[in-house]
C-alpha cells in the first residue's frame, strides 16, 4: 500500500490543496498531518476557551487566540512526528498507519528528525511571544507530548495521557491572558476537558481494534470491549459537568451565550452517543472529526457573551 491508496477506514485523504504543491513536499504534509486539520483543532480549542475567558481586552483575545492557531497546528504536527517514530515499527502491522511516510520509506528519520526541529522552533517562537509565566507552562507539557506514544504499551487507558495533553492548552491560553496561574474554575475546565479528550479518542481507537489485538497495544476501546457507548458516555457526561462547574465558578462574569454554547456541545457529544458502533470504524471516523464542531459551540458562545459585554 501507498500513500494515495489508504486503507478503507483510514483518515488519510488522496485528494486535496497539498497537490498544488511540489509532489515531494507531500511526505512531509502527511507525516505532520497537514493535510488532517482536525488534530490540530482539538488541540486548540481548549486553548480558545481559556483565552476567551480571561482575555482582558478584544484585542487580546484576537492576537492571542491567532498565536495559538498557528502554535497548535506547528506543536500538533511535531507530536505527530514525535509518535510516527516511536511507532514506526508498529505501523507496519496496521491497515490503517502502513502507508505513513516512515513506514513507506519516502521520508527517512534524519529528514523527519530535521523537520521536527524545524517545527519546535516554530512553537517555541510562538511559545517566546507570550509572558514569562505562560513559556514556563507551555514548556512543562513536553514530557506529556514525548511520552504519550509510549503509553499505549504499558496502561490500557493510553487516552486518559492524550486528555491530559491536549487539554493543556486550557492551562496555556489561561496564564497567557491573565499572566497568573489557574485558578479552581480552570482546574474543573481543564479536567472536564480532558474527560472530552479520552471520550473522543476512544471513538478514534474504534478503527483500530482488530490490528491493536494483533499487535498487542492496548486502548480504551478494547478495555472497554462491548461497553464502548457506556464508557463513552461516561466520559462525555464528566465532560459537560465538570465544565459546567468551572463557568459557575466566574460568578463575577456574565454568561449567557456561553450556556447555550455548553448545552449544544452537550446535544452534540449525545449524538455521538446515539449514532455510536463499536464494529464502525468509518462511522467512528466521521464521529471522531465532529468534535471540532463540538468545540466550537463553546468557543462561539464564550465570545459571544465577550462581544455582548462592550
Same mark, same amino acid.
Given at each position: 500500500m501507498t500513500i494515495g491508496t489508504p486503507s478503507p477506514h483510514t483518515d488519510i485523504q488522496s485528494r486535496g490543496w497539498w497537490h498544488w504543491l511540489p509532489a515531494s513536499w507531500h511526505p512531509f504534509i502527511y507525516l505532520a498531518r497537514?493535510?488532517?486539520?482536525?488534530?490540530?483543532?482539538?488541540?486548540?480549542?481548549?486553548?480558545?476557551w481559556s483565552i476567551a475567558l480571561g482575555a482582558p481586552s478584544l484585542g487580546a483575545?484576537?492576537?492571542i487566540m491567532m498565536l495559538f492557531l498557528v502554535g497548535a497546528i506547528a506543536t500538533r504536527a511535531a507530536g505527530c512526528i514525535i509518535n510516527d517514530m516511536w511507532d514506526r515499527q508498529l505501523d507496519?502491522?496496521?491497515?490503517?498507519?502502513? =502507508?505513513?511516510?516512515?513506514? $513507506? &520509506?519516502?521520508?527517512?528519520?534524519?529528514?523527519?528528525?530535521?523537520? /521536527?526541529?524545524?517545527? +519546535? !522552533?516554530?512553537?517555541?517562537?510562538?511559545?517566546?511571544?507570550?509572558?514569562?509565566?505562560?513559556?514556563?507552562?507551555?514548556?512543562?507539557?513536553?514530557?506529556?507530548?514525548?511520552?504519550?506514544?509510549?503509553?499505549?504499551?504499558?496502561?490500557?487507558?493510553?487516552?486518559?495521557?492524550?486528555?491530559?495533553?491536549?487539554?493543556?492548552?486550557?492551562?496555556?491560553?489561561w496564564v497567557a491572558v491573565t499572566g497568573t496561574l489557574p485558578d479552581q474554575s480552570i482546574m474543573l475546565i481543564y479536567a472536564g476537558?480532558?474527560?472530552?479528550?479520552?471520550g473522543y479518542d476512544t471513538i478514534y481507537a474504534i478503527q483500530d481494534m482488530?490490528?491493536?489485538?494483533?499487535?498487542?497495544?492496548?486502548?480504551?476501546?478494547?478495555?472497554? =470491549?462491548?461497553?464502548?457507548? $457506556? &464508557?463513552?458516555?461516561?466520559?462525555?457526561?464528566?465532560?459537560?459537568? /465538570?465544565?459546567?462547574? +468551572? !463557568?459557575l465558578g466566574f460568578d463575577h462574569q456574565p454568561f449567557v451565550a456561553a450556556w447555550f454554547g455548553l448545552a449544544g456541545m452537550a446535544v452534540h457529544l449525545g449524538h455521538q452517543i446515539w449514532r455510536l458502533k463499536g464494529n464502525d470504524a468509518v462511522l467512528a471516523l466521521a464521529l471522531f472529526k465532529s468534535n471540532r464542531n463540538a468545540g466550537?459551540?463553546?468557543?462561539?458562545?464564550?465570545?459571544?457573551?465577550?462581544?455582548?459585554?462592550?
Open positions: 497537514l493535510d488532517r486539520p482536525i488534530g490540530w483543532w482539538l488541540l486548540l480549542l481548549p486553548g480558545w483575545m484576537v492576537w507496519q502491522r496496521v491497515a490503517r498507519t502502513i =502507508a505513513r511516510p516512515l513506514v $513507506a &520509506g519516502t521520508i527517512s528519520m534524519l529528514q523527519a528528525g530535521l523537520f /521536527l526541529l524545524m517545527l +519546535g !522552533l516554530i512553537g517555541l517562537f510562538i511559545l517566546f511571544q507570550l509572558p514569562v509565566l505562560a513559556i514556563y507552562v507551555g514548556l512543562a507539557a513536553a514530557p506529556l507530548v514525548v511520552l504519550y506514544p509510549l503509553a499505549k504499551r504499558v496502561t490500557w487507558f493510553p487516552q486518559f495521557v492524550l486528555g491530559l495533553t491536549f487539554s493543556w492548552g486550557v492551562f496555556l491560553g476537558c480532558a474527560a472530552w479528550v479520552f482488530q490490528d491493536d489485538r494483533i499487535v498487542g497495544v492496548k486502548s480504551s476501546a478494547l478495555a472497554f =470491549a462491548h461497553h464502548i457507548k $457506556a &464508557g463513552v458516555a461516561t466520559a462525555y457526561c464528566l465532560a459537560i459537568g /465538570l465544565i459546567a462547574a +468551572g !463557568l466550537l459551540l463553546l468557543v462561539a458562545g464564550l465570545v459571544l457573551d465577550r462581544l455582548l459585554a462592550i
